[in-house]
């Protein structure tokens, strides 16, 4: 095995490994997907972690950077936050974080997948790799630098597209809507477009009081369509930039009680059906009410 296939396969086992993921399809993309194609060239300014939870677009971490030493790809293969504008903290994400929510989203072979908040598209590439080349990718990125980046970077993967844009408007029906930005909700555009037996895959997230930070905290959710009321459950921690136009004053004054790990345990379901707010109502705005 060539020296670089090697590192990428040592890099997959470790991350899925801190993940505690065992689907060798997901091992496989990541040591397939050369992570250095959407980082640009080194040095790069990183920031090594402990524990899960930081997504691609930034964390409160990221003010932590520390140079490496040259432009050894080496640097790119372990558990670290790769700067993609330092200047605004953002960054291509936690490879472990990343690995335990798609392993949630459980993207297969000849799926559809919608990806909201694409960065540079290295985690869009795995997903084109999990749903292969009779799947589709439509990943969608509201910095236009960064689309512009995505679409250069995703060249070698015809089943992934890049739009620019907050994802308000979106076509076509997805078995994986994947969100890597801090929302107080779904947006409607989302649910509808989720296929029966589709997972979303959403950070819910809220700020600290007095704080005007993009950055918030809180929990990812994997919610799979079934029926009416679908089932809800908590992956992980997370911690990450706000979701454009999926942030509401009144959901997040709601969310906040249910925010810590401990109090989500009693999120059980989502229901997307119109309802008067009830007893069992955690977080409920329109047409999206966890309980």
Not at 91 to 100: C, E, I, K, Y
Not at 118 to 123: E, L, N
Not at 144 to 149: F, G, N
Request: proline residues 6%.
């Amino acid at each position: 095995m060539p020296p670089i296939d090697s590192l990428r396969l040592a890099y997959a086992e470790k991350i899925c490994d801190i993940a505690g993921v065992r689907r060798h399809a997901l091992r496989d993309a990541f040591a397939t997907v050369p992570r250095e194609r959407f980082l640009g060239a080194g040095p790069w300014k990183i920031v090594q972690l402990t524990g899960q939870g930081q997504s691609g677009q930034g964390s409160k971490a990221s003010t932590n950077y520390h140079e490496t030493p040259d432009a050894r790809i080496e640097h790119l293969y372990d558990d670290v936050l790769v700067a993609i504008d330092p200047a605004r903290r953002l960054n291509n994400g936690q490879p472990s974080a990343h690995a335990l929510w798609i392993d949630a989203a459980a993207p297969d072979l000849g799926e559809s997948v919608l990806h909201i908040g694409c960065g540079t598209g290295y985690f869009t590439a795995i997903f084109a790799e999990l749903v292969g080349a009779t799947g589709r990718v439509v990943a969608f990125e509201v910095d236009p630098t960064l689309a512009e980046r995505a679409r250069a970077c995703l060249a070698p993967w015809p089943q992934a597209r890049v739009e620019t844009g907050d994802a308000s408007t979106i076509v076509g029906a997805y078995d994986v809507i994947y969100v890597n930005a801090g929302a107080t909700h779904a947006r409607t555009e989302w649910l509808s477009a989720l296929v029966p037996g589709g997972r979303l895959v959403l950070p819910l997230t809220v700020h600290a009081r007095l704080s005007h930070s993009p950055h918030g905290t809180g929990i990812v959710i994997c919610a799979e369509r079934v029926g009416t009321r679908w089932p809800v459950r908590i992956v992980s921690t997370v911690g990450i930039f706000d979701c454009v136009g999926a942030r509401d004053e009144r959901a997040e004054a709601q969310l906040r009680k249910v925010s810590s790990p401990a109090a989500a345990a009693g999120i059980h379901t989502l229901s997307v059906e119109p309802h008067a707010r009830g007893e069992h109502c955690l977080v409920h705005v329109e047409g999206f009410c966890l309980q």
